[in-house]
């Protein structure tokens, strides 16, 4: 099997993208940095499963808010205090990752997460034209993941490491990578993630692909189907590996 791995962001040139091949050992076998959306359409058409590292939705909520206010038609809520407002901002998914991790998910409607979210719906919408099977669930051949929480439950560092600076950090993430994934073969992409963060989460995110489809990540509830299959659901490792403090 072959797993793709998309650090999406709205510009191409800071886009990266892996894949990962199944086996022994699992090897690195195509990561790059700047990718258009024809490339990102091809990975996942390539990859037996896909992790995207980007919100798949908006909030049902704010959806309706957006419907309701175009229309004239919003009724006047008893507050727009921080509760309110803050129904808008999560997602289901975003309240549960942060209830599991500490970490807040950036807002897909408040926050500049917008831009690459508004890039991936055209993407979608391009893969289903395709007949691609894209449900934002991850039942299909794509999984919504979410890198620096991995890397928390995982137990290594999760903040800061994205800095250009801070290249040592991503060393240690790496070399602690390889212990947690001692089949993993980074085929000589090792210093390009030590270089460039959005490498090393495009990694991530296909290591994460390569879980969801083993079923050993964390599925959404059956009571959430349906919200989940609007708003996206985060896929991080089983609940059992636990989560670590070092945020």
Known sequence: MVFGGIDLAADPRRTGVAQISNGTPTVVEMLVVGAEDADIAAIIMGSDMSGIDVPLGWPDAFVALLADHAAHALAPPPSTGSDWRRTMAMRTTDVIVHQRTGRVPLSVSTDR?????????????RLRAEGIDVPRDGSGRICEVYPAAALSCWGLPSRGYKRREQSGQRVEIIDRLSYLFPDLDWNGHRNLCIDDDNTLDAVVSALMARLVADRQADPPPEAMRDVVSREGW??????????????
Not at 236 to 241: A, G, I, K, S, W
């Open 234 to 247: 985060i896929w991080l490792p089983q609940q059992n590996n636990g989560c670590s403090d070092e945020r």
């Open 113 to 125: 997460i917008a831009y690459p979210a508004l890039r991936w719906a055209g993407i979608e919408a």
